[in-house]
């Protein structure tokens, strides 16, 4: 009974908050109910006050979508990379982007806490 109840508890808080939870290796990252993508923890890396990560997005339709993308920790900006590494934007700001933010911290609190140090191109 008691692990029921604690399992109840913990799907209704992930529902209500965006957060991520490991499973098999991946991180999965959602806000606002049903977008999620699937990080790659394997992918993080932080050099040099640039973070990158690459991540799943998995679309109604159609096949998986692969993000790659980077991030300046002190400026608090994003750009998006092709899968040559080159970006596909100019910087674009964290603030006005809620989901890639959500990934942005999920991929940051990981490599804090894996130490994950790695040239990111």
Do not use: K
Not at 8 to 28: D, K
């Amino acid at each position: 009974m008691r692990a029921i109840v604690a399992l109840s508890i913990l799907v209704l808080l992930m529902v209500l908050n965006p957060a991520e939870l490991e499973q098999q290796g991946w991180l999965r990252v959602w806000q606002e109910g049903s977008a999620q993508q699937w990080l790659d923890p394997q992918s993080i890396a932080e050099h040099a006050g640039l973070l990158r990560a690459d991540s799943l997005f998995f679309p109604e339709a159609g096949e998986p979508v692969t993000y790659r993308s980077q991030y300046r920790l002190e400026e608090g900006d994003y750009r998006d990379l092709d899968a040559q590494g080159q970006p596909l934007h100019e910087w674009r700001s964290l603030a006005d982007d809620p989901f890639n933010q959500a990934v942005f911290e999920a991929a940051s609190r990981w490599a804090r806490t894996h130490a994950t140090l790695a040239d990111p191109a």
